[in-house]
């Protein structure tokens, strides 16, 4: 799967289980951090020695070395080709990863921002030709409040990303730099049988995850960009994969195997070399923009639902195709309006964000996650229809089984339950489709939602609403009158659906 790498400045959170109750969300937004004017001791942007041998190690191989790739980091990055016992089997993803590429590994075990920023201040920059480019993960160990007597806020942690970006900067205007949003770690509710655990508390949590996100805004779109690889770790009810990473904070080989797959793209692109990675078969969860023509403009719709996102503080937001695309309210671009009049009588006084692209599949609901439509919000539900037209089979694309579409889907859930933690998803089984039960289509999306209820059908905040049968006659076939073209609805369709939407709304998690 390919993440986000953000290419533009993004100017861009009702209660994890409920829309009616009032509440506001447990974790306000960050707004644009701002950098301490004067550091001082003990802050994130103000450096702080830690003289070594690794150090000068790496000082000395700087300055001996040519080097296109540089990787800045913890011991997350350190654990990458530069360390043995439980991590030997991890130098073989250096290998076939970044061994080729010139790369150094400048990634420091315990570290927290302003350590970084002392150790390239001496001597770490001192290339005798500018790389190409600069990965930079840091910033989890400022907020781990299980093994520091004092952590940072998110603002200081973004200050110390800042001034290490600010700083290679300054010394090479010509390299790429690619910030990585500061990856998942164990709470004190997650579990694992690993003889080592990082779970630090919800309030630092709450920090890591703001502080992660706050990075999105060093990008310049030139020479500075942002990605967000959170998703790779996480499952659909958001807990860590143990199977990538045991102790719920480093990625073991199998989580380094899939970390570098999803940041390759990107980085053969900054580099300008051809993608390590072989392609991923399954076309439902490979990330893609537009596909198809049909009748406006997507980029733009795209750009206006990120700006639309930001402003109006959404409550409810429905994301899917043309279907969802149709439900009208905003953005406006596009035009689709025939469930608008339903959408106000039956979500009045609610703020809602209509992220319906007409004839997008799960593939493209993937890339619209990664590049900023989730970034800046923090609605209590999520509405996710998509996968119909993973049915279908184009001059663009391919169509897709029921078990690649249901692994689109899933990968639409975490990655929306990635960016937002607290919210409730409602995924809506695939609508019925063609006029009569027995077409080849009809049987698709039956064995593809069976298959989904497997799989999301008992996930936390997780709610599969299932309105087929409301849809169609007793007898299996599709009325004009629901779906005047066997698969959009009509008015009265989309009072059945609303109806559906206020019922999972209001029923218990």
Known sequence: MQP?????????GLLAFGLADGKEPT????????????????????????PGARHEQKVAAVKSGDYDLVMV???????????????????AVWSKYYAHRKAINLGYSGYRTEDILWNLQNGELDFARPPKVFRILIGTNNLDDQHYKSIHSAQ????????????????????????????????????????????????????L??????????????QVFWMDINHVFLQPDGTINPNLMPDLIHPNAAGHEAMARAIEPEIAGLLGDRPVADPEPNTAIVPVPKLENDGYDWMARHQDAILTGETTDPELVFVGDSITHAWGGLPAGGARTTGQNVLKSAFPGLRTLNLGFGWDRTQNVLWRIDHGEFDRI?????????????????????????AEIVAGIRACVIRIRSKLPETRILVMRIFPREERPDHPRR?????????????LGNVDGVALLDI?????KPDGTISREIMPDFCHLTPKGYQIWADAIRGGIAAKP
């Not at 951090?33 to 004067?38: E, G, L, M, R, T």
């Open 4 to 12: 986000a790498l953000i290419h533009l400045p993004i100017f861009l």
């Open 27 to 50: 974790s306000p937004l960050t707004d644009a951090p701002q950098q301490s004017a004067v550091p001082k001791p003990g802050d994130a942007d103000f450096p702080n020695p830690r």
């Open 73 to 91: 980091g913890d011991s997350i990055t350190q654990c990458l080709g530069d360390s043995g016992g439980e991590w030997e089997p991890v130098k």
């Open 156 to 207: 200081q942690v973004f200050a110390g990303t800042k001034a290490i970006v600010d700083l290679i900067r300054g010394r090479f205007p010509d390299s790429k730099i690619l910030v990585l949003r500061i990856l998942p770690s164990g709470g004190k509710k997650d579990k694992t049988t690993y003889n080592r655990v990082y779970c630090r508390s919800d309030q630092a949590l709450a920090a």
């Open 209 to 222: 995850r703001d502080a992660g996100m706050a990075a999105s805004r060093l990008t310049d779109g030139k």
């Open 378 to 402: 923090r609605p209590r539900t999520v509405v996710l229809n998509i996968g119909t037209n993973n049915t279908s089979k184009t001059a663009n694309a391919r169509d897709n089984t029921p």
């Open 443 to 455: 049987k698709t999306i039956d064995e593809t939602n069976r298959l989904l209820a497997a799989e």
């Open 468 to 472: 087929g049968t409301a849809l169609t």
